[in-house]
């Protein structure tokens, strides 16, 4: 597949979801992005702001095997795993998957499931494997989680701990739509009884594994020069020397951003990652690894308005 092959395919993943989505068009870009890069995406915003269904409709353009999980305080672990059964007409134990056994795995509301609940997640998408009983069961090699939470409430909620948030490549803030699109959303959908369906709006499969696999590959192959490498570090290593911060950016961080800027890169039909591509993908893949300093959350400061000083404050190659 060639890089044109790649930005068109973007392109048609775009084009079907907008059919029943309305807006978020950064927001489809970035959960391309992290598609093709390997990685997972936390989306938070408000109740009723389309999360889940801008998902739903994201896996029913791809026609990747889809699980969702409905994050509840009684979740357990083994409601995401599964289990050992023992099967009494073989005397042995039988492995009963769990829906984290998919391509893309729906978490929704993943905050209101406690500790030991999301610690679930953690071998799945770093290693994607679950472990269960000693025995390694490896997942899907496109395996990618999309999760959803809510900003507003802080009762019933548990935050999400420091190494899952680091395992998540991108966390996108999904806000209100302008007035423009809330006109054109509740033109379209106001008339709809229950809750919207990507089938009743014509979202169909537009790529195949064999188109994403290929996709991948290309992505693979795009060029990351020493400068921009070094630009990277430069702005991750910044972040842990930051007096607004208290906890910067992990190696980790620096990595995904690499591949994210390859994904960028072959999106807009290029071969090489641009200073552009990192800055523009640098706010998404920080502001949920940052933990800001006591006097800053006092100043009201965000995470997002220290990545813009580190942005603008390390010097960019030419």
Known sequence: MTLDDVKGLGERIAGEIGKAVVGQEGTVRHLVIALLSGGHVLLEGPPGTAKTFLAQCFAATLGLDFKRIQ??????????TGSNIFNFQTSSFAHVRGPVFCDLLLSDEVNRAPPKTQAALLEAMQERAVTLDGVTNPLSDRFMVVATQNPIENQGVYPLPEAQLDRFLFKLLVDYPDEIEERRIVAAHGTERGSPNPIRWGVTRHVDAAALDGAMAAVAQVTLV???????????????????LSAGASPRAAAMLASAARAA??????????????RGLAPA?????????????????KPEDVVATLIAAVEAPR
């Not at 020493?226 to 007096?243: F, G, H, K, Q, W």
């Not at 890169?265 to 641009?274: C, E, F, N, P, Q």
């Not at 893949?285 to 400061?301: K, M, Q, T, Y």
């Open 226 to 244: 020493d400068e921009v490498v070094n630009y990277i570090v430069r702005l991750v290593r910044a972040t842990r020397s930051n007096p607004d």
């Open 285 to 301: 893949v920080l502001r949920h690894r940052l933990a800001l300093s006591p006097a800053a959350e006092i100043d009201g400061r």
């Open 71 to 80: 994050f509840t305080p009684d979740l357990m672990p083994s409601d995401i």
């Open 265 to 278: 890169a072959a999106l807009d039909g290029r071969d090489y990652v641009i200073p552009d591509d990192v």
